[in-house]
């Protein structure tokens, strides 16, 4: 199974703010790579597949880069409504694995 | 818009059969492919496999020789049984649509709201 980290694990952050969130693969997956917002109680919602292509519906202030085995979540201006926890999954290979989480919160 | 709602019973016990049936409205299960996901109280995401509407099916290996996937397509549903339940199972468990873009996966693009599913005697 392909395993990643992500890092931080939280970030303190205040609205306007850029933030960067990083997911590192155990091995290379290409672009096959998604992220995900996650409040809580509620399910996660699609921000961006194949790395850097914007899920429709979704705010142009976020957006995703890297390739291989190194991604990048990118919020350009924090919003109060993006403060939440982050997922990075592969679909490089089976089993599909997720991140272990980046969780956005208040400075 | 595509929706999906999972039914099924909040409470297992330990060693008996967890099963949660998933509807999807608003859409063909007959496209796509149609995931489980769960989610143990405060920690993070784990794929459970995923069916086809023609009845293909993935599985994770860690849970495979207990996991059971299947469609209904003459009622919209797909559902997950999985056997020999511990409190390890306990979790919220989510359906969820795998888009497709290309004819490749391209992330979960519509999920339900999730079901806590909690396993105790």
């Known amino acids: 199974a392909i395993w990643m980290t992500q890092s931080p694990s939280l970030l303190s952050a205040s609205t306007g703010d850029r933030v960067t969130i990083s997911c590192r693969m155990s091995?290379?997956?290409?672009?096959?790579l998604a992220w995900y917002q996650q409040k809580p109680g509620k399910a996660p919602e699609l921000l961006i597949y194949?790395?850097?292509t914007l899920q429709s519906g979704v705010p142009s202030r976020f957006s995703g880069s890297g390739s291989g085995t190194d991604f990048t979540l990118t919020i350009s201006c924090l919003q109060s409504e993006d403060f939440a926890t982050y997922y990075c999954?592969?679909?490089?290979?089976?089993?599909?694995?997720f991140g272990p989480g980046t969780k956005v919160d208040i400075k | 818009q595509v929706q999906l709602q999972e039914s099924g019973p909040g409470l297992v016990k330990p060693s008996e059969t967890l099963s949660l049936t998933c509807t999807v409205s608003?859409?063909?299960?007959?496209?796509?492919?149609w995931s489980w996901i769960r989610q143990p109280p405060g920690k993070g995401l784990e794929w459970i496999g995923y069916?086809?509407?023609?009845?293909?099916?993935n599985y994770n290996p860690s849970l495979k020789s207990r996991v059971t996937i299947s469609v209904d397509t003459s009622k919209n549903q797909f559902s997950l049984k999985l056997s020999s339940v511990t409190a390890a199972d306990t979790a919220v468990y989510y359906c969820?649509?795998?888009?497709?873009?290309?004819?490749?996966?391209?992330?979960?693009?519509?999920w339900g709201q999730g079901t806590l599913v909690t396993v105790s005697s």
């Open positions: 069916i086809y509407y023609s009845g293909s099916t």
């Open positions: 091995q290379g997956i290409s672009s096959y």
């Open positions: 194949a790395a850097s």
């Open positions: 999954q592969q679909y490089y290979s089976f089993p599909l694995t």
């Open positions: 969820a649509s795998q888009q497709l873009v290309r004819g490749s996966l391209a992330g979960n693009d519509y």
């Open positions: 608003g859409g063909s299960i007959s496209s796509y492919y």
